[in-house]
């Protein structure tokens, strides 16, 4: 009867009440249950097999460079990174209310590191997230133009509830990129948010988009109701030799 069960829950891919089932019948536990207890044992393995296949997904699905959580990061007060601020983007209201991190600061300082950690908590709560490096970012949409599939790509993006761009203004936009950019930014306005990381700071973004009225479009956008965070100090790679887990 039992083989017979937990062959069943396989077959419909009740993969944490199978397991869950399985293990208390092989411990004999299934006596310190009442019916009602044991029904809701199951059901709750189920949940969180489920739950945690889900975030396995969005994370897999996120395209992140490296692996980041929030609780290696480096707090040292000569980072000149707020602790409590993080903390509080870690709980990803700033998703709920579409707003937007920007992140700037040297070579080597934990920009991308720390953009990373609040995208993985993000999939963690259950938002859709995409991480691009900006510069292929825009390569691949120009080629999109090219093929066809332009308005499918932006399409894509726009679905997430977060987007990460990483090394923001590493050259200066040409006229294309600077629509694209607009482009990207239009739709998530009020409709999603936005992971900015870059070694230019906020002040220099005015030079790397280039015109004036599609610069100032995108700047209102971008910035308005944004966090900013300015990380200062040495570069991570070389005070830990080049060791990504901690930033």
Sequence with gaps: MNEITTTKMKQMRFYGMHNAFKTAIESGKTDHYTLDQFIAMLIDAEWDERHNRRIERSIKNARFHYKSNIENINFDTSRNLDRNLVLRLAACDFVEKNQNVLITGSTGVGKSFLGTALGYQACIQGYKVSYYNTSKLFAKLKMAKADGSYLRELAKIERQDVIILDDFGLQALDSQNRITLLEI???????????????????????????????????????????????????????????????
């Excluded at 230019?200 to 971008?222: M, N, S």
């Design 185 to 247: 930014i239009e739709d998530r306005h009020n409709n999603g948010s936005i992971i900015v990381t870059s070694q230019i700071p906020v002040q220099g973004w005015y030079d790397i988009i280039g015109e004036k009225t599609i610069a100032d479009a995108i700047l209102d956008r971008l910035i308005h109701q944004s966090h900013r965070i300015e990380l200062l100090g040495e570069s991570m790679r070389k005070k830990r030799g080049i060791n990504k887990e901690v930033f």
